[in-house]
């Protein structure tokens, strides 16, 4: 009921930046929480950023100063800015949101989504 779609990645030498972007669409009635999430081989998924319907944020330790996340509520967008990448954060990056979605005229749904992923590769 809910889509997410990412853009953004790519390869890029240690030190570099990329912006990602999510962007929601469906049957949305509102967005809570919406952040990233990373996974690289061999590795669990894990959160890198987050960012409330308010504008509170939360990151990794290890992204801290480096990766900020943004969002646009009335576009239903979310965004990672990453800065000064390492190759430690090579992973597939994916977007990820709660949302209340329509069922019908007088009923609702929430649920938890996920994009399709978006691959970051830092190497030289």
């Known amino acids: 009921q809910v889509q997410l779609v990412e853009s953004g990645g790519g390869l890029v030498q240690p030190g570099g930046s990329l912006r990602l972007s999510c962007a929601a669409s469906?049957?949305?009635?509102?967005?809570?929480?919406m952040g990233w999430y990373r996974q690289a081989p061999g590795k669990q998924r894990e959160l890198v950023a987050a960012?409330?319907?308010?504008?509170?944020?939360n990151y990794a330790d290890s992204v801290k100063g480096r990766f900020t996340i943004s969002r646009d509520n009335a576009k239903n967008t979310v965004a990672l800015q990453l800065n000064s990448l390492k190759p430690e954060d090579t992973a597939v990056y994916y977007c990820?949101?709660?949302?209340?979605?329509?069922?019908?005229?007088?009923?609702?749904?929430?649920?938890?989504?996920w994009g399709q992923g978006t691959q970051v590769t830092v190497s030289s």
């Open positions: 990820n949101a709660d949302a209340i979605t329509y069922v019908s005229s007088t009923r609702y749904s929430s649920d938890n989504y």
């Open positions: 469906g049957r949305i009635f509102s967005l809570g929480a």
């Open positions: 960012v409330t319907s308010g504008g509170s944020t």
